[in-house]
């Protein structure tokens, strides 16, 4: 299966900066990323799909970006309801997996 | 709003059988495919299952092939889990999931747009 390693895993900034997060794929998995976002005692939330397809309601601050292996989800003008966990899966290969997550931090 | 309901999670011993439901509503339940995801703090995210809107097909996580039992009842919006012959490497929490797509006929390519707040799976001697 594909292993999704993310970084860094914890990462801090503050209201108003950006952050960038990474994912690599141990194989290609194409455009078929996504990204969640989770927060305590929360289900994981859908942010971004097909790599770079916000999903209903997430705001443009959320951007993804890549293809093969190498991803990234920035957010612009971080809010401090952006400070949580980050996920991304790949549905390139079966099973779909996640990756470790990267914790957002101020 | 999309609305996903999961319970039955308890407290189980190993080998012991444990059902998960899930009610839905706010949207044609019997229109998307559906999904159980479990989260644990030493795995982390993990599909477990899925089934198709007309439950032709369904596909299962190596760790769970044989032991687990994804079904589903339209008519009540209703998903459920049965799960078998339970390990202690199960304990987690189980979320149920709506895949994205409108009537998928397949189990691959999913993303997982819509989730329940998840019932808690505990298996300890």
């Known amino acids: 299966e594909v292993v999704l390693t993310q970084s860094p895993p914890t990462l801090s900034s503050s209201p108003r900066e950006g952050a960038t997060l990474s994912c690599r794929a141990s194989?290609?998995?194409?455009?078929?990323i996504a990204w969640y976002q989770q927060k305590p005692n929360q289900p994981p939330r859908l942010l971004i799909y097909?790599?770079?397809t916000r999903a209903t309601g997430i705001p443009a601050r959320f951007s993804g970006s890549g293809s093969g292996t190498d991803f990234t989800l920035t957010i612009n003008s971080l809010e401090p309801g952006d400070f949580a966990l980050y996920y991304c899966?790949?549905?390139?290969?079966?099973?779909?997996?996640f990756g470790g997550g990267t914790k957002l931090e101020i | 709003e999309v609305q996903l309901v999961e319970s039955g999670g308890d407290l189980a011993s190993p080998g012991r059988s444990l059902r998960l439901s899930c009610a839905a509503s706010?949207?044609?339940?019997?229109?998307?495919?559906m999904h159980w995801v479990r989260q644990s703090p030493g795995k982390g995210l993990e599909w477990v299952s899925g089934?198709?809107?007309?439950?032709?097909?369904?596909d299962y996580a190596d760790s769970v092939k044989g032991r687990f039992t994804i079904s589903r009842d339209n008519a009540r919006n209703s998903l459920y889990l049965q799960m078998d012959s339970l390990r202690l490497e199960d304990s987690a929490v189980y979320f149920c999931?709506?895949?994205?797509?409108?009537?998928?006929?397949?189990?691959?390519?999913?993303?997982?747009?819509?989730w329940g707040q998840g019932t808690l799976v505990a298996v300890s001697a």
């Open positions: 194989q290609s998995v194409s455009a078929y």
């Open positions: 999931a709506r895949d994205i797509a409108w009537r998928r006929v397949t189990i691959s390519s999913i993303v997982f747009d819509s």
């Open positions: 097909d790599a770079s």
């Open positions: 089934i198709t809107w007309n439950s032709a097909r369904v």
């Open positions: 706010a949207f044609k339940f019997g229109d998307y495919g």
């Open positions: 899966q790949q549905y390139g290969n079966w099973p779909p997996t």
